[in-house]
């Protein structure tokens, strides 16, 4: 049964909210693997990873640095260099954090690399979403997969041109300077270029709208869906009535 649209977003977005308000490492680890595996099978492994190891791994080192430095409740001190102490508990404290942070990317980039921008389009317009912000919206929630293959394309143009790219992280960031420029570049006419077609298409008329693109909408799917938003916001309830637990 294929998911509809609303239904992944439902999905990703609860997960992402459950798997931070519960705090436990265990269970962030768990959806991380989970929504890796089914980037293997959907096929968007190789795109989708490296989108979340650029947001995951500066956030996690961050993390750790900072938490293992400066952890006030830090008991265990492996290191120290004046005011700054390196312990145990902040390097643990910092470790579920980024494990945390890596579950909630990692399930929000499985539904951007997977979801159908235009079955997203037209099952928020159907919802009473006005065009052009239905339009907005699911650029903005697939605007990560569509910079990486930006990015993808420019790169093959530059090697087409001569440009070599060695292996190595260090090459890579080097050859990413020389792709900012045309990437932003890309970007800025893209959106000019789709504005003029949102225009033309008469997303900003008022009075009613149709469509010729129906997505399919089970009862049981929006039944899932309710589920999923009343578990996400039990979580997070939970998580402020009782702040401590999971911890």
Same mark, same amino acid.
């Given at each position: 049964?294929?998911?509809? %649209?609303?239904?992944?977003?439902? =999905? ?13 490492? %265990? ?29 995951? $791994? !500066? ?12 952890? !006030? *409740?830090?008991?265990? /001190?492996?290191?120290?260099?004046? %005011?700054?102490?390196?312990?145990? *508990?902040?390097?643990? &404290?910092?470790? *579920? ?5 890596? +579950?909630?990317? @990692? ?10 921008? %235009? #079955? ?14 239905? &339009?907005?919206? =699911?650029?903005?929630?697939?605007? /990560?997969?569509? $910079? ?5 394309? $420019? ?9 070599? $790219? ?9 050859? &990413?300077?020389?792709?900012? /420029?045309? @990437?932003?570049?890309?970007?800025? #006419? #893209? +959106?000019?270029?789709?504005?003029? +077609? ?18 399919? #909408? ?17 979580? /997070?309830?939970?998580?402020?009535? &009782? ?5």
């Amino acid at each position: 049964m294929r998911l509809h %649209p609303l239904t992944a977003l439902a =999905a990703a977005g609860s997960t992402a909210l459950i798997t931070t308000a519960a705090a436990c490492w %265990p269970l962030s680890v768990a959806v991380g693997a989970t929504a890796v595996g089914l980037s293997v099978v959907a096929g968007t492994a190789r795109r989708m990873l490296p989108a979340a190891a650029a947001v995951v $791994i !500066p956030l996690g080192v961050s993390l750790l640095l900072l938490h293992g430095l400066f952890f !006030p *409740e830090g008991a265990t /001190v492996l290191a120290s260099w004046g %005011p700054a102490r390196v312990t145990a *508990e902040g390097l643990q &404290f910092g470790a *579920e954090r980024t494990a945390q942070l890596s +579950a909630a990317v @990692l399930a929000m980039l499985l539904f951007s690399f997977s979801v159908s921008v %235009p #079955d997203l389009v037209a099952a928020l317009s159907s919802r009473g979403v006005k065009g052009r912000f239905a &339009f907005v919206l =699911a650029s903005t929630l697939t605007l /990560v997969p569509a $910079i990486s293959a930006r990015v993808q394309r $420019i790169r093959q143009a530059q090697e087409a041109r001569g440009l070599l $790219i060695r292996r190595g992280w260090a090459h890579r960031v080097a050859a &990413f300077r020389l792709q900012a /420029v045309p @990437l932003v570049l890309s970007l800025v #006419d #893209d +959106a000019g270029t789709r504005a003029q +077609a949102l225009e033309a298409r008469g997303f900003s008329s008022p009075g009613p709208r149709t469509s010729y693109r129906e997505v399919p #909408d089970p009862p049981l799917q929006r039944v899932l869906r309710l589920v999923l938003l009343l578990a996400a916001a039990a979580a /997070v309830a939970a998580r402020l009535v &009782f702040p401590t637990a999971g911890a």
